[in-house]
């Protein structure tokens, strides 16, 4: 049944450009978790999720969401997530509130539901002073901000997000992480890459890390720590020692 499967299943998912970015990679990721992808830079995190998001062919494997083949049928796949790119894509033109309604009239949701779902989101990431503003004059993180509205106001199962701390100040970012805790605990599931450990460390239930396009160690913070031969570590100290076996055995 679709409600008992799993949030994310991706089986065998490959990518090639020059070398390959994805490589067999295989991982699945259960609902109402909060899960952090993790990596050095073209460790291939971002092309998976870009697959993930149907925003880029794979080349072979399959990935599920919700119990939806991506590959299949990539409408409905798209129906119950969401992404959120490091770089945010809004119109600019627009302001925080007309982008919020136009969003939600692609859904076609409810003018009502939409409004005050709109109203809270704005109120809820500290957008209320600028939501007559129009995108264009906005800082990065307020940028980031609405485009992570804009991800929610569907109230999608799956959340999808790439560096999504990129520009914010620490009162941004905490708002931040404070929505996704709660989305979280409402049952919706969400995945992060970050290249801010202590994030991860804190907010993940379960961390996977890849390498060369290879998942190469997960689980929890206990379960990474054993798998890096650790007895008491921080995730920066794992992260590192775990990377640096897989670069000397490639």
């Not at 991706?10 to 450009?17: C, D, E, G, H």
């Not at 999720?49 to 409408?75: F, H």
């Amino acid at each position: 049944m679709r409600s008992s499967a799993p949030a994310l299943e991706i089986k065998n998912l490959r990518k090639t450009y020059t070398r390959p970015a994805v490589d067999g990679l295989s991982l699945t990721i259960k609902r109402g978790e909060f899960y952090a992808l993790l990596g050095p830079n073209g460790a291939g995190k971002t092309t998976t999720l870009r697959m993930v998001a149907g925003l880029l062919a794979p080349d072979s494997g399959e990935i599920n969401i919700c119990g939806i083949d991506a590959r299949k049928d990539p409408v409905d796949a798209k129906s119950v997530m969401a992404w959120v790119p490091d770089e945010p894509m809004i119109y600019d033109k627009l302001d925080p509130m007309e982008y919020l309604e136009f969003v939600a009239g692609l859904w076609a949701m409810d003018a009502s539901r939409a409004e005050k779902q709109a109203h809270e989101l704005i109120e809820i990431l500290g957008l209320t002073p600028h939501a007559n503003k129009r995108c264009q004059g906005l800082s990065k993180g307020m940028r980031q901000k609405v485009a992570l509205a804009g991800a929610l106001i569907h109230d999608p199962e799956l959340i999808i997000l790439d560096e999504p701390l990129t520009g914010l100040d620490a009162a941004s970012a905490r708002q931040v992480k404070e929505v996704l805790r709660q989305r979280v605990a409402h049952g919706t599931t969400v995945i992060m890459t970050t290249h801010i450990l202590e994030v991860a460390e804190r907010m993940a239930e379960r961390i996977g890390v890849i390498a060369n396009g290879r998942l190469i160690a997960e689980g929890t913070l206990a379960e990474l720590s054993a798998q890096a031969g650790h007895c008491e570590s921080n995730l920066e100290d794992i992260f590192l020692s775990l990377t640096a076996a897989e670069s000397a055995a490639a």
